[in-house]
């Protein structure tokens, strides 16, 4: 394994998830000692994704950013019901498991919709593990409004078609790097494309535990977003916790066109706009800016 990605798991923990390892990073002052941050990470890949701000957010936070299952160094099993609402049980787990109830939520891609599912267990009264409350929530790119959001042919493809199961036994093999490597530069700015370091971690990343023969069917979270747009919505228009988007414009997915829907949808819209050549993952094209416009965010709500 690359020694960048060996050092960030041999950092980590496990904790048992309905009888499932789940890999996850706690770092920072220990809980009780400084405000909590979950932060939760996007498809494809893991918490990984927060190591380019990991160092500033753990002298603010004990932070806790743990591998969905199906992602990363967590559990990726074949025979399994990937979803949402599953996602969010692991995380409201592994917080009942940690004695947290309280926290800050940073969110990206998948990770915004799994905080939506959160918060709308926390507006409604729907938790299923323990009674966590979110002091704000800040969102990164990703699909927080169905109607808005345009994912890449490939992905429609391998999650929404029965091709995803016909490439699955070839998903170890270097053509599906070659497949793979173009929807991944798409993602990403003009100015801030992968080095082949960077996409070499990728792959490492999915490939651990022979996760690429997985990727599909988590990537089915796509009709999840669908099937309960309007109760994530309603949620996110109805609740009094502080809310800010932070926005690649660039990105194809979930850029500029996701905020000007944002700012429709959500009543007093706190909408900040990063430069006009980031794209889909502004934690690693724009770690500096987003940690400033972050902390302003919870400094105020604090």
């Known amino acids: 394994m690359d020694a960048e990605l060996e050092r960030w798991k041999s950092a980590g923990r496990y904790f048992d998830y309905l009888g499932f390892e789940i890999f996850y990073r706690v770092d920072g002052p220990p809980i009780g000692e400084a405000p909590v941050l979950l932060a939760i990470h996007g498809y494809p890949f893991n918490?990984?994704?927060?190591s380019l701000i990991w160092p500033a957010l753990v002298e603010r936070f004990t932070v806790i950013a743990p591998d969905m299952m199906g992602m990363g160094f967590s559990a990726k099993p074949v025979s399994y019901g990937y979803s949402v609402h599953d996602h969010a049980d692991m995380h409201e787990a592994l917080l009942a498991d940690l004695n947290v109830d309280r926290c800050h939520i940073l969110a990206h891609d998948i990770g915004d919709s799994v905080g939506q599912e959160v918060l709308a267990r926390s507006v409604f009264g729907e938790h299923v593990y323990g009674s966590p409350s979110y002091q704000s929530i800040t969102w990164l790119n990703g699909g927080l409004f169905n109607e808005?959001?345009?994912p890449r042919t490939m992905q429609k493809l391998m999650s929404g078609t029965p091709l995803g199961d016909l490439m699955s036994p070839l998903q170890g093999h270097t053509l599906?790097?070659?497949i793979l490597e173009p929807t991944i530069n798409e993602m990403f700015g003009p100015n801030t494309k992968p080095s082949r370091e960077l996409m070499s971690r990728f792959h490492e990343v999915l490939e651990y535990n022979d996760g690429k023969r997985v990727l599909h069917k988590v990537g089915r979270f796509l009709g999840d977003r669908l099937t309960h747009r309007n109760r994530w919505v309603r949620a996110m228009r109805e609740t009094t916790v502080p809310m800010r988007l932070i926005?690649?414009?660039?990105?194809?997915?979930?850029g500029a066109h996701m905020a000007r829907r944002y700012a429709?949808?959500?009543?007093?819209?706190?909408?900040v706009m990063l430069a006009d050549d980031i794209a889909h993952w502004p934690q690693i094209e724009a770690p500096d800016e987003v940690l400033k416009h972050f902390f302003a965010h919870v400094d105020r709500v604090s």
């Open 47 to 50: 918490s990984w994704d927060w």
């Open 148 to 150: 808005a959001y345009t």
């Open 176 to 178: 599906s790097r070659r």
């Open 247 to 254: 926005d690649g414009p660039l990105d194809p997915n979930s």
């Open 264 to 271: 429709e949808v959500i009543p007093d819209a706190d909408v």
